[in-house]
């Protein structure tokens, strides 16, 4: 049975959540690898529409175990929060397992992720400002707190009290704001940990078992390959991996149990923060695809900057994941558009590029070649099947799997469940 990757190909609201809900209908369990409430996946059905942050998209369907993996952080706040809003909404959210080693969001990582921000002023990141990145930090600096640690309030109490005795300095002598009590925060997550103890589990082994049991797991990002830490426009990234090979470490298996890498890809693309972006497009046709696109951020609200798909781009993301596939989502927002214009390579001085820079630089200077493609013009949201496209929409789908060169094994002609359909 599968083991599929869900990954982001580009700076992340690709249409992850729509695509993982679409693979969950045939899926026994469904996992987050990394990440935490940063991300935002929407998915509609029929008329209902879910904004999932946390849980992974699985848990719509009934016999999904939806897992929260080991390389996630996990604010326990935003997860019962999530967790209440499934269950009034007649989704049963108890079959949701926590990893007990994934690491928890305290309040004063959103604190100095805020402050964090404001003190790089014009060098700012843009972040969820949901306390992601000094989560991970402390991880890294073997400072964090787990979920684990919240069932043995002795252990809890201690490791928040030393957390707080170096975070409230650099709170109070570097960013220059109040010191943050231990009392009232060790009192939360102690309420938290009563709520949640039934979730926590050793999730590396519910996953194993289920890939020796032949089970059809989906392993769902957040994010995307151009947000990663190690292979993104950093410093304009995430503080975790989004990309495929961190599935392994994010949930604890071996590399062997992946049998796919789907990259969810936009037809065009987006960005939501600061960083640089070769093909942003801040003109009327910018617009455009933000308008048509709904380009707004699911967690945020943020207005996403949008411009043309970007060749160089993917091309990378398809090496660095090892793609073997692609899910092609929003192809129905350039109904629009008289002319598709595509990235095929950057000029910069007197270079032309066509592997992604290995100097980020470059991003920031470049001119992009583009090439351009006629249009379609006409409504695409009823099509079910590549033969009924238009042919200039066909055209386009297969220039671009011939130069990606990955299949585009999904088409999404929009955003409901139903606007999808194999090849
Ligand atoms: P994710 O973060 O990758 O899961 O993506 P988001 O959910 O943040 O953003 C994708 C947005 O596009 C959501 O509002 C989806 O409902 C919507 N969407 C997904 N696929 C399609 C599609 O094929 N066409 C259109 N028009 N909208 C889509
Ligand atoms: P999904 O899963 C788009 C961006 C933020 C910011 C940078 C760092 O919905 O695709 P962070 O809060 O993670 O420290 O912010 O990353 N970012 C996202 N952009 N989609 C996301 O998730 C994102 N998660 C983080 O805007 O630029
Ligand atoms: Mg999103």
Redesign the pocket.
């Known amino acids: 049975m599968p083991a599929t990757v869900v990954v982001?190909t580009q700076w992340?609201?690709?249409?992850?959540?729509?695509i993982t809900d679409i693979l969950s209908e045939d899926a026994d369990v469904v996992m987050r690898y990394q990440g935490g409430n940063n991300?935002?996946?929407?998915i509609?059905v029929d008329d209902e529409k879910f904004a999932l942050t946390l849980i992974p998209s699985g848990v719509l369907y009934p016999q999904v175990t939806p897992v929260i993996g080991n390389g996630c952080v996990v604010d326990p706040a935003a997860l019962i929060t999530e967790m209440d809003m499934l269950s009034s909404r007649g989704i049963d959210p108890t079959r949701v397992r926590v990893s007990a080693n994934a690491h928890l969001v305290m309040p004063y990582h959103r604190k100095l992720d805020m402050v964090m921000e404001r003190f790089l002023g014009k060098q700012q990141i843009g972040t969820t400002k949901r306390g992601i990145g000094p989560a991970y930090t402390d991880k890294f600096a073997r400072q964090g707190i787990r979920t684990q640690d919240l069932f043995d309030p002795k252990i809890f109490r201690s490791k928040v009290e030393i957390a707080l005795k170096e975070k409230n300095k650099l709170l109070t002598k570097v960013y220059n704001q109040l010191p943050m009590d231990p009392e009232p925060i060790i009192e939360e997550y102690l309420g938290y940990a009563e709520r949640l103890h039934d979730y926590i589990a050793d999730t590396s082994l519910l996953v194993w078992e289920a890939i020796r049991d032949g089970k059809n797991v989906v392993f769902e990002g957040g994010q995307g390959t151009l947000l990663d830490v190690d292979h993104g426009t950093y410093p304009f990234v995430t503080s975790s991996n989004p990309t495929a090979g961190a599935a392994c470490a994010g949930a604890g298996i071996g590399p062997g149990a992946i049998t796919d890498v789907l990259g969810?890809t936009k037809a065009y693309i987006s960005r939501v923060g600061a960083g640089p972006f070769p093909t942003e497009l801040e003109n009327e046709i910018g617009d455009r695809m933000i308008e048509i696109?709904?380009e707004f951020g699911?967690v945020t609200g943020r207005r996403r900057r949008c411009g043309w798909l970007d060749l160089v781009a993917l091309r990378y993301s398809a090496r660095v994941n090892g793609l073997t596939k692609i899910a092609l989502?929003?192809?129905?927002?350039l109904s629009d558009f008289d002319t598709i214009k595509v990235a095929v390579a950057y000029d910069s001085l007197d270079q032309r590029y066509t592997n992604f820079p290995r100097q980020h630089r470059v991003l920031y200077n470049c001119t992009p070649v583009y090439e351009e493609l006629p249009g379609w013009n006409q409504d695409i949201t009823g099509v079910r099947s590549f033969a009924a496209l238009p042919r200039e929409a066909r055209d386009y789908i297969e220039y671009i799997e011939d130069r990606a060169g990955v299949p585009i094994s999904i088409v999404?002609?929009?955003?409901e469940r139903a606007?999808t359909f194999e090849r």
């Open positions: 982001g992340g609201d690709e249409g992850k959540g729509k991300a935002g996946h929407t509609i969810v696109g709904g699911t989502t929003k192809i129905d927002v999404s002609v929009g955003p606007a």
